[in-house]
């Protein structure tokens, strides 16, 4: 059943890893909690249980956007869904109350702020949710990125209801997932399904800052035509980079929180509908895009964490097709994330924590190995060199440098841990300035050990150092590095410490990335021509009409027949009947009209039958000897027959007269069993 139903509905043919036992749990009303990577497919782990199962299943998510986006795909691949948000029309708000008293809903959407509205609860009772399924669960955390406090609420609303309760997220460390258990399942423990943060399809690659409007402008020239994302720090970032992609030639738009709310709501329209645009944006954007088809995301500065880098990078590629990132960074965004987090209003802890969290980026940036392999350790996983990021094609040239780290190391122990890196620098450099000769610390052992290295050397061992978090910024003493626990079995000489080389080094050229050969790139241009125009028509997202993977497997493949087109992997049946003809003209011209009874059972088995009775019918309209009166069976009875397939000439009389019995029985019976 599940399996007929994901064919249906959304068109594919088997599961992704790891999806089919989470769908399985959940129809089978366990308490469910599955971390999975973006683009793992978690929205498809609750919407086709709700499918499998009696009753409406309430999905509470962060975003209108987000939501919108889901229901409408769910429409147009024929599922009963509805958003229930504070952004619907009276109108729509009628339609959502008329579909769940008339009990012909299956989805029903809302943000959890609706929750802390007293008529929810009765609402929902009336309605027979029989689950709950709770998107982006790792909102619930309060010391999360994206804390939302209603999400507080749905432990309360599971216990009231008393269904069970599914959660999902892709960003949740093991501190997160047990606030999860604790605030949504009230203590209870879920099934956990831990399916990795890996996503192999996404190549990863950093730079160091050396012309950052050129590096950019460089990556997305060579990506011309594919969507993209540039995240940028600041606000007014945004603004004159989207004007100097526009300059290039390269369709851009910009997207910060200071906007007005009707120019990001178009600016969301725009990218979600256009192929091929590019937005300049802060981390405002992004949250509630559920566009499948981003082919890239560049950070023309570096992110404020590695769970937010994460978070950025995870929005290229949701379909599975390879995906590209570039992220830029120099000591100017090092300085600027240090600041926003001692300038913050969290505890001493949390300060300490999120210099930590940074640190791991800045590690990931200064990387000597497989990005891949430091980025899912930092989630607890192990994995083997990826091959499919910017160190695996070209490693940098390293050297041991334990002994500059032990040095900086013992210079900033014998100084108090009291300064900052210039402080220590001075003192290894030997250079007495007034800060150090009024301590005292042109006295100490370490003062000028370091002389034959350079002092632009000694900042970049120093950031690589904070990089392998040896070190770390404290809060209380005004940024003053200090050693961490890891740092002592280096001092110790127990372990070493390699390092890249500041050697400058030539860019590398960006190389031109294509979706389809260029056999097939003027097919896949008419084909995305041809959704773009439909989209416009039915104003909904391109991707909601077909993702740009189906579209390329439809270019590849070249499918001849609508039966050859309900074979290609995101073609369900609603889209085939919605889409079919239209897609099949742009690839083989105008098809054969099909009868409705036949375009039923296109890309099934019993398609292939439906078609071998009606021959033998044609066969025997007036008999083996063509001498009889004409007799025929309707299409719509052949379609009964070839879906039924009777094994017997009792099991297909219940489907034929005595007479078409008679004339058809024996050839059809033949043609079943021809058919197994």
């Keep these: 059943m599940p399996a007929d139903l994901l064919r249906r509905y959304f068109g594919f043919d088997g599961f992704r890893p790891g999806q089919q036992e989470i769908v399985e749990a959940v129809a089978g009303g366990r308490d469910v909690l599955a971390i999975m990577p973006t683009g793992g497919g978690k929205s498809l782990c609750f919407q086709l249980p709700a499918l499998m199962r009696d009753g409406l ?49 299956k989805l029903l959407y809302m943000a959890p702020e609706r929750l802390a509205s007293g008529g929810t609860l009765p ?30 609420r749905i432990g309360e609303l599971k216990r009231a209801l008393s269904v069970p309760l599914s959660a ?47 590096q950019i402008m460089g990556f997305a020239k060579a990506r011309r035509g594919q969507s993209g994302i540039v995240y940028c720090a600041s606000r007014a970032k945004t603004e004159t ?56 995301v560049a950070h023309a500065d570096l992110p404020k964490s590695i769970e937010s880098y ?31 987090i001692d300038e913050g209003l969290a505890d001493h802890a949390r300060k300490e924590a999120d210099h930590a969290r940074l640190n791991t980026l800045l590690g990931l940036a200064e990387a000597t190995g497989c990005r891949r392999q430091l980025l899912l350790a930092y989630f607890g996983e192990d994995s083997a060199p990826c091959g499919n990021c910017d160190l695996c094609a070209s490693p940098p040239a390293v050297y041991d440098g334990t002994r500059q780290v032990q040095m900086a ?15 220590v620098i001075d003192v290894l450099t030997g250079n007495a300035t007034d800060k150090v000769t009024a301590r005292g610390h042109d006295q100490i052992p370490t003062f000028g050990v370091g002389r034959e290295t350079k002092r632009a050397e000694w900042q970049a061992i120093i950031r690589q150092m904070m990089g392998r978090d040896l070190c770390r910024p404290d809060p209380a003493r005004h940024g003053a590095l200090h050693i961490t626990d890891s740092a002592h079995p280096v001092l110790r000489g127990e372990a070493s ?58 270019a590849e493949r070249r499918p001849a027949t609508l039966d050859e087109m309900a ?59 063509g001498t009889l009166r004409q007799l025929s069976c309707s299409p719509a009875q052949i379609r009964r027959i070839a879906e039924a397939r009777p094994a017997s000439e009792a099991a297909l009389g219940r489907h034929l007269d005595a007479a078409r019995l008679e004339r058809f029985g024996a050839a059809f019976l033949d043609e079943i069993t021809a058919t197994g």
């Excluded at 050969?517 to 039915?538: G, H, T, V, W, Y």
């Design 123 to 152: 609402l929902l009772r009336r309605a027979g949710v029989s689950a709950i399924a709770v998107d982006e669960a790792h909102c619930v955390s309060q010391w999360g990125h994206d804390f939302r406090p209603d999400y507080l």
């Design 567 to 625: 074979g290609i992997s995101g073609v369900g049946a609603k889209k085939l009947e919605s889409y079919g003809d239209a897609f099949l003209s742009v690839i083989a011209g105008e098809a054969p009209v099909m009868h409705p009874a036949r375009r039923a059972l296109a890309g099934r088995a019993s398609g292939g039958l439906f078609d071998r009775l009606t021959d033998a019918q044609n066969r025997l309209v007036r008999g083996e000897d």
């Design 241 to 296: 980079l989207a004007a100097a992609l526009n300059a290039e030639g390269l369709e851009a738009i910009c997207y910060h929180g200071g906007m007005e709310p009707a120019a990001r709501r178009d600016a969301e329209t725009r990218f979600q509908r256009e192929d091929g645009l590019i937005v300049a944006a802060t981390i405002a954007f992004g949250m509630g895009i559920d566009k499948p088809d981003i082919r890239w």
């Design 497 to 554: 410490v390699e390092l890249r080389e500041e050697t400058r080094r030539a860019r590398p050229a960006f190389v031109p990335k294509t979706q389809v050969s260029d056999e097939d790139a003027p097919l896949l241009s008419a084909l995305k021509a041809k959704r773009r125009a439909l989209a416009e028509a039915a104003r909904v997202p391109a991707y909601v009409i077909f993702p740009d993977r189906t579209l390329i497997e439809m």
């Design 168 to 214: 999902f997220t892709a960003t949740a460390d093991a501190e997160t997932r047990a606030e999860i258990v604790s605030r949504l399942f009230a203590g209870a423990e879920p099934v956990s399904f831990l399916r990795g943060f890996d996503r192999p399809n996404i190549h990863l690659a950093f730079q160091a800052k050396d012309g950052p409007r050129a």
């Design 409 to 423: 190391l013992s210079a900033m122990l014998r100084t108090g841990e009291w300064f900052g890196a210039g402080h």
């Design 310 to 340: 994460y978070q950025e990078i995870g929005r290229a590629g949701r379909d599975g097709a390879p995906a590209e990132t570039l992220t830029l960074y120099g000591p100017d965004d090092i300085r600027l994330r240090r600041a926003q």
């Design 57 to 105: 299943t309430v999905v509470i998510s962060p975003l209108i956007a987000l939501m919108r986006d889901q229901v409408r795909g769910l429409r147009e691949a024929g599922v009963a869904a509805f958003a229930l948000t504070s952004g619907n029309t009276e109108d729509e708000n009628d339609e959502v109350f008329a579909a769940i008293t008339e009990g012909r809903i």
